[in-house]
C-alpha cells in the first residue's frame, strides 16, 4: 500500500512538472501520459535489461547537468551573500531575477561551460567523453561544478549585488528570507 502512495505522489508531480513546462494538456492528461511513461520505462527495466546497470548508467550520466548546475548555484550565492529578494524572486517578468526572457545569460554560459568540461570528461558505461583516454581514464565530471562555478564567478560577478534589504527588515540567516526587525 505504501508503494501505491508513492506513486500516485510521484505521478502527481511529474503531471505538474510537465504543465510547469508550459505544455498545455489539462492535469489528467499529464497524469495519464506520465503514468504510460512510467509503464513503459519500468516494463523496459523489468524484461529488457539489468536494472542496476541502467540505473546506475543513467545516474551517472546525470552529474553531467546537476554538477554544473551545482556550480553557478553556489557561485551565485556567494557572489550575493546568500541573500536574494523574495519578493522579486516570486515578480516573474516584472522582477529583478528575470534578466532577459527569464534566463540569465551568464548563468546559461557557465552552465554550458561546465556541462562541455563534465560531458567531456565523463567515463560510464553510457558515455565516455574524448579525454577519458588522454587523461588515464580519469573520470573528472564532478570538477564540472568548479568549472561552472568559476565561469559564473568570472561572467557575472560585477553584475550581481547583493540584496540590500529595506529599513527595518534584517535577512534571515541562512535562506535570505526576510524578517521583522527586532
Known amino acids: 500500500m505504501e508503494a501505491v502512495r508513492a506513486l500516485i505522489i510521484t505521478l502527481y508531480s511529474s503531471s505538474l512538472n510537465l504543465q510547469v513546462l508550459g505544455i498545455p494538456w489539462s ?14 520505462g519500468s516494463l523496459a527495466a523489468l524484461f529488457l535489461t539489468d536494472f542496476t546497470t541502467s540505473l546506475l ?19 551565485d550565492m556567494l557572489l550575493r ?19 532577459r526572457s527569464g534566463y540569465h545569460p ?19 558505461e553510457l558515455w565516455t567523453g574524448p579525454l577519458v583516454a588522454p587523461l588515464g581514464g580519469a573520470d573528472l565530471t564532478l570538477l564540472g561544478s568548479v568549472v561552472s562555478g568559476l565561469a559564473y564567478w568570472a561572467l557575472a560577478r ?14 534571515g540567516r541562512l535562506t535570505g528570507l526576510t524578517a521583522p526587525a527586532a
Open 27 to 40: 492535469r489528467a492528461r499529464a497524469i495519464v501520459i506520465s503514468a504510460a511513461v512510467t509503464a513503459v
Open 57 to 75: 548508467s543513467f545516474l551517472s550520466l546525470l552529474i553531467i547537468v546537476f554538477a554544473p548546475w551545482g556550480g553557478v548555484f553556489l557561485a
Open 106 to 124: 551568464a548563468g546559461m554560459a557557465a552552465l554550458l561551460a561546465g556541462m562541455a568540461f563534465a560531458a567531456l570528461t565523463c567515463d560510464s
Open 158 to 171: 560585477r553584475r550581481v549585488p547583493a540584496y540590500a534589504p529595506a529599513a527595518g527588515v534584517r535577512p
Open 81 to 99: 551573500r546568500c541573500r536574494y529578494d523574495s519578493d522579486a524572486l516570486h515578480a516573474g517578468s516584472a522582477g529583478a531575477y528575470w534578466y
